[in-house]
C-alpha cells in the first residue's frame, strides 16, 4: 500500500511540476514572440495577430501554473487567520480546502463548458489572427482542472494524513518561520 502511494505521490508531483513547466515555456514563446515583434517593426515589418497570440500565451502560462504554484505557496492564503484558531487549524484547513476544491472543480467544468459552446458556435478571434477560440481556451481548460486536481490532493491529505502538501513559509503571529 505505502509503494502505490508514492507512486500516486510522485505522478501527481510530477503532473503539478510539467504544468508549471508547460507554463514556464509559454512565458519564453511570450519573449520569442515580443521579440519577433520588435525585428518585424525596425525592418518596417508588421507580424499580424502577434499581440494576441502574446495573450493567449500569458493566459496559458497563467492557467498551466496554478496547480504547481498551489504546491509552493505562491498562491494567498489565510495562514494568519489558520494560525490564530488553535487546536481548531486543522478543521479551519479541512474546510478552506473544501471550499477551495468545490469552487475549483467548478470552475475547471465551467471552462470544459465554455470550450464546448465556443467549438459548437465556431466563435473566433475578433483581432487580425480569426483564432477559433476553443484553441487558447483549452489551455484554460487544462489549468483549472490540473488546479482542482491540486486541491483534491491537498483536502485528502490533510483530512486523511493530517497535513497538506503546500511548500511554504509558516506566518504566525509573531512573525515568519
Given at each position: 500500500m505505502a509503494q502505490s502511494r508514492g507512486g500516486v505521490r510522485r505522478f501527481l508531483d510530477g503532473l503539478?511540476?510539467?504544468g508549471g513547466m508547460i507554463?514556464?515555456?509559454?512565458?519564453?514563446?511570450?519573449?520569442?514572440?515580443?521579440v519577433a515583434q520588435m525585428v518585424a517593426r525596425w525592418t518596417g515589418h508588421v507580424l499580424?495577430?502577434?499581440t494576441a497570440y502574446a495573450g493567449y500565451c500569458m493566459a496559458a502560462a497563467s492557467f498551466f501554473s496554478l496547480a504547481y504554484?498551489?504546491?509552493?505557496?505562491?498562491?494567498?492564503?489565510?495562514?494568519?487567520?489558520?494560525?490564530?484558531?488553535?487546536?481548531?487549524q486543522?478543521?479551519?484547513e479541512v474546510w478552506?480546502?473544501?471550499?477551495?476544491?468545490?469552487?475549483s472543480g467548478y470552475f475547471a467544468?465551467?471552462?470544459?463548458?465554455?470550450?464546448?459552446?465556443?467549438?459548437?458556435i465556431n466563435d473566433i478571434s475578433q483581432g487580425q489572427d480569426a483564432?477559433?477560440?476553443?484553441?487558447p481556451q483549452i489551455a484554460m481548460g487544462i489549468g483549472t482542472t490540473l488546479l482542482f486536481i491540486a486541491f483534491v490532493d491537498n483536502l485528502y491529505r490533510i483530512t486523511i494524513i493530517g497535513e497538506h502538501g503546500i511548500e511554504a513559509e509558516k506566518v504566525t503571529a509573531a512573525g515568519v518561520e
Open positions: 503539478y511540476f510539467t507554463g514556464a515555456g509559454f512565458l519564453l514563446l511570450i519573449l520569442l514572440i515580443i499580424p495577430g502577434s504554484a498551489l504546491n509552493h505557496g505562491a498562491h494567498i492564503r489565510v495562514t494568519l487567520l489558520l494560525s490564530k484558531m488553535g487546536r481548531w486543522r478543521l479551519g478552506c480546502f473544501a471550499v477551495a476544491t468545490f469552487f467544468w465551467f471552462a470544459w463548458k465554455n470550450i464546448q459552446v465556443s467549438h459548437m483564432t477559433p477560440l476553443w484553441i
